[in-house]
């Protein structure tokens, strides 16, 4: 089963919301990565945060790691219709280096 | 630079058979791993490799397996199909394997639906 726990599974937004999907473990994480799915398509990688306390932007995309690095975030400014998709977290959980996938939350913007 | 590319994209077979699916990565790298994504379970992690030898595996029934060849190529393949067997596999490479895996890149996977 999956080992992360990813929220929300769903959100719809309207067009120039804000979106935010939260990513937890229950175990320090050593990094954590975060994927792009458009609908159809497959995983695309965004990022990869490693330090404690991370926090990376990519336009208006932004990315946090916890301090404890035992949790992560990703926020989206003012969403666009482009911004549709699956996002997922993957972590080295459970003592693996493997990345595990959260569940992914599917954001759908309205326009 | 070619992306990963992975065959066939689509197929269908009935509960029994057995299928291979093939993955090329991209030139250079040496790590390919599968997962398997589906509706209910999400992305599962099925198998790793790396330089032809398998480093890693999932939860999966021996009915999955896989290998990797000396140009790092790899297939995996399920026998006696089921109908949960139904999902779209995907196929992800990368520069090294370790804690350093870093990013993955995946192909556009390959559907199957088990009838």
């Known amino acids: 089963g999956q080992q992360v726990m990813q929220i929300p599974q769903y959100q719809h937004v309207q067009e120039g919301e804000d979106f935010t999907t939260y990513c937890n473990s229950s175990t320090t994480l050593s990094n954590i990565q975060w994927y792009k799915q458009r609908p159809g398509g497959h995983p695309v990688f965004l990022i990869q945060l490693v330090k404690s306390g991370e926090v990376k932007k990519q336009k208006r995309l932004t990315f946090q790691f916890g301090e404890a690095k035992k949790n992560s975030s990703l926020h989206i400014t003012a969403t666009q219709t482009t911004d549709v998709g699956t996002y997922f977290c993957?972590?080295?959980?459970?003592?693996?280096?493997?990345?595990?996938f959260g569940r992914g939350t599917s954001l759908i913007v309205h326009p | 630079k070619a992306g990963v590319t992975q065959t066939p994209r689509y197929l269908i077979k009935t509960r029994g058979q057995q299928v291979t699916l093939s993955c090329s990565p991209i030139s250079g790298h040496r790590s390919v791993s599968w997962y398997q994504q589906t509706p209910g379970q999400g992305l599962q992690f099925l198998f790793e490799?790396?330089?032809?030898?398998?480093?890693n595996k999932g939860n999966f029934p021996g009915r999955f397996s896989g290998r990797q060849f000396s140009n790092s190529r790899s297939e995996m393949n399920v026998s006696t199909l089921e109908l949960g067997d139904s999902a779209l596999y995907l196929c992800?490479?990368?520069?090294?394997?370790?804690?350093?895996?870093?990013?993955?890149?995946f192909g556009e996977g390959s559907r199957l639906t088990v009838l």
């Open positions: 993957a972590g080295p959980w459970g003592g693996s280096y493997i990345p595990t």
């Open positions: 992800a490479s990368s520069l090294s394997h370790g804690p350093n895996t870093g990013e993955l890149f």
């Open positions: 490799y790396f330089s032809e030898t398998q480093r």
